[in-house]
């Protein structure tokens, strides 16, 4: 418990390193959630909704690099204050992902800090490297209606979520999804695509504060070997299950 405490203690005092879409995964479990975006196959779409849904039936794995960067909302202070904020940004980070769908990813931060979310269908593993720690809970059915469920879950979007295009952005065709369930903790989450190709995702949380994605160098559906997903407690490295 007194390690657990020193990492919530350095996560709180860096927030960037561990940002919301992480601190999301593991309380998730619970409400799971993170982003990614993947390589549709080339074809017209009508929409953007259109486009989810193809990406949700054609990609089955894929791998890539993300950046993620991160906007706190404006304090209650800062807001009574009548002064206009500036976007509370909490830092960039980026890294790589790989995922083979349903339950099961690797989500590494290489930085600013190093940090691994992994799933093998079954379990989530989240490794600090600077603690040598590793947390590990189940996974369950928290995919369902969490965000993570785009990219991770089944095919059940219609179930989940309720879908709406949002029109065109700078090229980009957006739509938003609004999580049926009432005790996510994700307002909303709005989804880009350009040419059939995911491009971005916007986490929209219940205080506030927006979560941006944006995707490169991905591949879809490459061939993964049977135990891609297997995680390897690190020698020496404290367990805590959750």
């Known amino acids: 418990m007194q390690l657990f405490a020193q990492q919530h203690a350095r996560q709180s005092a860096q927030p960037g390193r561990f940002g919301q879409l992480a601190r999301t995964i593991v309380r998730g479990v619970g409400s799971v959630a993170i982003g990614a975006s993947l390589l549709v196959a080339s074809q017209a779409f009508a929409s953007g909704t259109e486009q989810l849904k193809a990406f949700v039936a054609q990609v089955h794995s894929a791998r890539g690099t993300f950046v993620q960067q991160e906007v706190r909302a404006p304090s209650k202070a800062q807001t009574a204050s009548g002064v206009l904020p500036t976007a509370g940004k909490t830092g960039t980070s980026s890294g790589t992902f790989t995922f083979a769908r349903p339950g099961k990813f690797i989500w590494q931060y290489e930085k600013p800090y190093a940090q691994l979310l992994q799933a093998d269908g079954d379990k989530l593993y989240v490794y600090d490297k600077d603690l040598n720690q590793v947390t590990v809970r189940s996974l369950g059915g928290a995919l369902g209606a969490s965000p993570a469920a785009i990219l991770f879950g089944s095919n059940d979007l219609d179930k989940n979520f309720t879908l709406r295009d949002a029109g065109v952005k700078a090229g980009i065709d957006w ?47 490459p061939p993964l070997p049977a135990d891609a997903f297997k995680f390897t407690v690190p020698k020496g490295a404290d367990v805590i299950n959750g």
Request: proline content about 2%; charged content about 25%; hydrophobic content about 40%.
């Open 175 to 221: 739509l938003e999804l609004t999580p049926k369930a009432k005790d996510t903790q994700f307002q909303r989450v709005g989804i880009g695509f350009k040419d059939g190709n995911l491009e971005a995702m916007e986490l929209h949380d219940v205080f506030g504060n927006v979560t941006l994605l944006t995707f490169s160098n991905i591949q879809k559906n």
